[in-house]
Nanobody, 126 residues
Framework: QVQLVESGGGLVQAGGSLRLSCAAS????????VGWFRQAPGKEREFVAA????????YYADSVKGRFTISGDNAKNTVYLQMNGLKPDDTAVYYC???????????????????WGQGTQVTVSS
């Protein structure tokens, strides 16, 4: 079992930055993939970014490329999502998810992740 806890959400003005953290406990994290997903009101949950902690490979949704950066610290069992240049459209509840995901193309699918955090709210005002 893996337990995930997100933190770092909040209210920020457009153009601002936030850093989300996803802390894992219960199992060694280093051979997992971790994804960030978000869900805005009235919309389906969507993929934001993912990282393979063994190789450090990263993947991003087109909507956040160049603005968001995902990184991992295996020693701390924590994955971060640095969000710069935030826009009102980035307003959502952000979730991190983890699992062994062997195929890179699977990383964007929430169905490939068994472990989820409770979510953290990000609100970007215009």
């Amino acid at each position: 079992q893996v337990q995930l806890v997100e933190s770092g959400g909040g209210l920020v003005q457009a153009g601002g930055s936030l850093r989300l953290s996803c802390a894992a406990s219960g199992r060694t994290f280093s051979n997992y993939a971790v994804g960030w997903f978000r869900q805005a009101p009235g919309k389906e949950r969507e993929f934001v970014a993912a990282i393979t902690l063994s190789g450090g490979n990263t993947y991003y949704a087109d909507s956040v490329k160049g603005r968001f950066t995902i990184s991992g610290d295996n020693a701390k069992n924590t994955v971060y999502l640095q969000m710069n240049g935030l826009k009102p459209d980035d307003t959502a509840v952000y979730y991190c998810a983890a699992d062994r995901v062997p195929i890179p193309s699977w990383l964007t699918s929430e169905r490939r992740y068994a472990y989820w955090g409770q979510g953290t709210q990000v609100t970007v005002s215009s």
